[in-house]
Each structure stands twice: as structure tokens, then as C-alpha cells.
T-cell receptor
Framework: ELKVEQNPLFLSMQEGKNYTIYCNYSTTSDRLYWYRQDPGKSLESLFVLLSNGAVKQEGRLMASLDTKARLSTLHITAAVHDLSATYFCAVDSGGGADGLTFGKGTHLIIQP | DVKVTQSSRYLVKRTGEKVFLECVQDMDHENMFWYRQDPGLGLRLIYFSYDVKMKEKGDIPEGYSVSREKKERFSLILESASTNQTSMYLC????????????FGPGTRLTVL
């Protein structure tokens, strides 16, 4: 059974700082997704990582995938308040049978 | 833009009632999914469908059923609602293959009294 673990689950940081959210998963997969969720809203797709070594950047967020280590990172550079949200990683369950398996989410608060 | 819509944003039902949650997507996606989201538990897959009239159980199908009579519409049915089914329900859809990027609807917050 695929397990997806994110850490930290909760993060409070100040504007202007850098930080990294980690997503570890338990079985081989080449495909990983990052989503953002604002309070009371649905999930919005941020990044799609489809191969080992994939790196995607959008503004102050950068995501990478190391399939050998079964690890993805979401790096935040010079955080701003607008990035406050819950971030989820999701991994292909393998074999295509069950779609994606989600982590529990990282609740990020960025304080002025 | 992909659009996934859900019939209600908020719903309040009583224990024992039959509840229908509707999801419609306009991008001709083959795959559709129902998740529930609970604090501290993340998203858990209830059921998914990869074609009309096809369905497969996810991780927590007990107490739920689904219907997909048309490609664009996927319904989640609570046959007899219980208080432990109070949750946020999210519908998603994707193209093939099944691991492709999923697009989510706005969610339905269901409260069962």
C-alpha cells in the first residue's frame, strides 16, 4: 500500500524567509503532483512532476522530484502572506488502478 | 479551462436520509473521482470511475455508492446518512491515464444531524 508523508504538517513562518516542505512516499513512482488549497476552497493544481529530476518553478515556489529517494520538495523563497494555504502532494498509486494517493497536507501560515 | 462543478456548496441532512451529491465536468474527461476530506486525514478516495457505467472502490467505500450514467456526470450516494459522514466531499476528473493530473470541483460541505 502506498503511503505518502508530508512534513511538516504545520508551519508558521515570517515573510521574507525561505523554507522547504517535504513529501516522502513509500513505493516506486515517477509521477507526483502538488496542490494548493485556500481555506474553504477546493484544490488548485500547482505542479506536475513526471520524471526523476523534474524541477518546476512558479513565482516564489519551486518543486522538485527525486524518484530514487522517493522524495519531492516544495521550496518557498522569500515568503509572502499570499502564499498562506494548505499544500498537498499526491503520488501516482502505481499500476494506474487507484489514481492518486494524497499526503495529509502542510498548513502554512506566513506572518507579516 | 477545465470546469468541475458540484451541485451544492453546503448541505444539511438528517440521519437516515438518502443523500445525492452531483458532480459535472465539461472537459470530456474519462476519469472521475469522489474524495472526502477531514481535518488531519487529508483526502481519502471513496470511489472512482474510468468510464460510463464503470466504477471502482477506493479506500473508504463503505456507506457510499456511485452512479455514472453519462460521461460528464458522476454521482455520490449516501444510502442512509450517518453523523460520521459529516465531511467535505470533493469531486475530481482527469483524462486517461488514471494517474493523470486531477482537476477538482469546489467541494460540498455536508453536515448530517
Amino acid at each position: 500500500e502506498l503511503k505518502v508523508e508530508q512534513n511538516p504538517l504545520f508551519l508558521s513562518m515570517q515573510e521574507g524567509k525561505n523554507y522547504t516542505i517535504y513529501c516522502n512516499y513509500s513505493t516506486t513512482s515517477d509521477r507526483l503532483y502538488w496542490y494548493r488549497q485556500d481555506p474553504g476552497k477546493s484544490l488548485e493544481s500547482l505542479f506536475v512532476l513526471l520524471s526523476n529530476g523534474a524541477v518546476k518553478q512558479e513565482g516564489r515556489l519551486m518543486a522538485s522530484l527525486d524518484t530514487k529517494a522517493r522524495l519531492s520538495t516544495l521550496h518557498i523563497t522569500a515568503a509572502v502572506h499570499d502564499l498562506s494555504a494548505t499544500y498537498f502532494c499526491a503520488v501516482d498509486s502505481g499500476g494506474g488502478a487507484d489514481g492518486l494517493t494524497f499526503g495529509k497536507g502542510t498548513h502554512l501560515i506566513i506572518q507579516p | 479551462d477545465v470546469k468541475v462543478t458540484q451541485s451544492s456548496r453546503y448541505l444539511v441532512k438528517r440521519t437516515g436520509e438518502k443523500v445525492f451529491l452531483e458532480c459535472v465536468q465539461d472537459m470530456d474527461h474519462e476519469n472521475m473521482f469522489w474524495y472526502r476530506q477531514d481535518p488531519g486525514l487529508g483526502l481519502r478516495l471513496i470511489y472512482f470511475s474510468y468510464d460510463v457505467k464503470m466504477k471502482e472502490k477506493g479506500d473508504i467505500p463503505e456507506g457510499y455508492s456511485v452512479s455514472r450514467e453519462k460521461k460528464e456526470r458522476f454521482s455520490l450516494i449516501l444510502e442512509s446518512a450517518s453523523t460520521n459522514q459529516t465531511s467535505m466531499y470533493l469531486c475530481a476528473s482527469s483524462f486517461n491515464p488514471r494517474w493523470a493530473e486531477q482537476f477538482f470541483g469546489p467541494g460540498t460541505r455536508l453536515t448530517v444531524l
